[in-house]
């Protein structure tokens, strides 16, 4: 996050708080004791998140710089997940069937959080707007929508893979309307090829 930290200081002078659901959702991770938890939370969820954010933001931006800051750091978060879902995939084959069915409730009660909580509140709070209505009208809007499939769309597939989508949690994202998304394409396949490459310090504008 220090490249995101100074562009923003250098380029627009300011910066918001991490938001509340970020926060929440870091706050249920961090604390656990379990590695392999912290480790579902950070590489899978949040990792999940950030590259749905990064994609997005990506797409949108219309300054060069900031736009090859999202190419060269997705390419790295790319890494990031590619290795917390071979890693995870192998250990929690080896846990029991309690242990995994834990696992599995605990990535979903993250996906939960995910999906209620996030939202840019602190850009609500700093125009003066009702947070409640602006949350509403964020949360049933079409690039709300949009946003939420692009983030499961990320997630839903590793968990698939890692092995933590039993019956009891497919039914619980069945009800959230994301299970569909498990079948895409493998989210962990990376072009290790294309990565090898030396990187080309052109603006990424595409």
């Known amino acids: 996050m220090e490249v995101y930290n100074k562009y923003l200081q250098e380029r627009i002078g300011w910066n918001y708080p991490i938001m509340p659901g970020l926060k929440l959702l870091l ?3 961090l604390p656990d004791q379990r590695w392999d938890l912290k480790f579902i939370g950070m590489q899978i969820i949040i990792e999940g998140l950030a590259l749905a954010a990064f994609e997005r ?7 060069p710089l900031l736009k090859d800051i999202f190419y060269l750091v997705i390419r790295d978060e790319a890494r990031h997940v590619t290795f917390g879902v071979n ?3 192998e250990f929690v084959s080896t846990l029991s069937e309690e242990e995994r069915n834990d696992r599995a409730e605990f990535a979903y009660e993250a996906c939960v959080v995910m999906r209620n909580r996030f939202g840019s509140t602190n850009v609500i ?12 009208a964020q949360i049933g809007s079409e690039a709300g929508r949009l946003f939420n499939n692009l983030l499961f769309s990320k997630i839903m597939p590793n968990l698939k893979k890692i092995g933590l989508l039993n019956d009891e949690v497919s039914e619980k994202y069945e009800e959230m309307g994301i299970l569909e998304f498990k079948d895409l394409d493998d989210a962990t396949v990376t072009d290790w090829d294309e990565m090898s490459k030396p990187l080309e310090y052109a603006y990424k504008t595409a």
Do not use: C, S
């Open 125 to 136: 709070n700093h125009y003066g707007w009702d947070a409640e209505a602006a949350a509403q």
């Open 87 to 89: 890693y995870l995939e």
């Open 27 to 29: 706050d249920k991770i």
């Open 57 to 63: 933001q990506r797409a949108t931006v219309m300054d």
